[in-house]
Nanobody, 129 residues
Framework: QVQLVESGGGSVQAGGSLKLSCVGS???????????MGWYRQAPGKEREPVAM???????NYAPSVKGRFTISRDNAKNTLYLQMSGLQVEDTAVYYC????????????????????WGQGTQVTVSS
């Protein structure tokens, strides 16, 4: 069974930086296959929202609120997804989750799912003024 585990969260002052990691296990092929992955976050009292995405062709997309401050990347050899966060703001305080599309196989008509099927349990990021 595919599992995603986030780490790297913590408390930081406004303007600081943090780097989140998401490690896949349980036979996950989403990294080596190049299937899409991304980061979401959920702030207190708010709905979960997308933060950054990296597609199968390595195209990166960011929410307007984090563009220029956050960088998403992946290391397929290490089965790891990263989110480098700089210039953190109080508004960035949230639980951050990583997500991945499902890999059906290289011989499948469509090797990856169009949506995210796997989710981590989240890591808390708290930014203080």
């Amino acid at each position: 069974q595919v599992q995603l585990v986030e780490s790297g969260g913590g408390s930081v002052q406004a303007g600081g930086s943090l780097k989140l990691s998401c490690v896949g296990s349980g036979g996950s092929k989403e990294f080596s296959s190049g299937c899409g992955m991304g980061w979401y976050r959920q702030a207190p009292g708010k709905e979960r929202e997308p933060v950054a995405m990296i597609s199968s062709d390595d195209t990166k997309n960011y929410a307007p609120s984090v563009k220029g401050r956050f960088t998403i990347s992946r290391d397929n050899a290490k089965n790891t997804l990263y989110l480098q966060m700089s210039g953190l703001q109080v508004e960035d305080t949230a639980v951050y989750y990583c997500a991945a599309a499902r890999f059906f196989g290289s011989t499948a008509p469509r090797p990856c799912s169009a949506d995210f099927r796997y989710w981590g349990q989240g890591t808390q990021v708290t930014v203080s003024s």
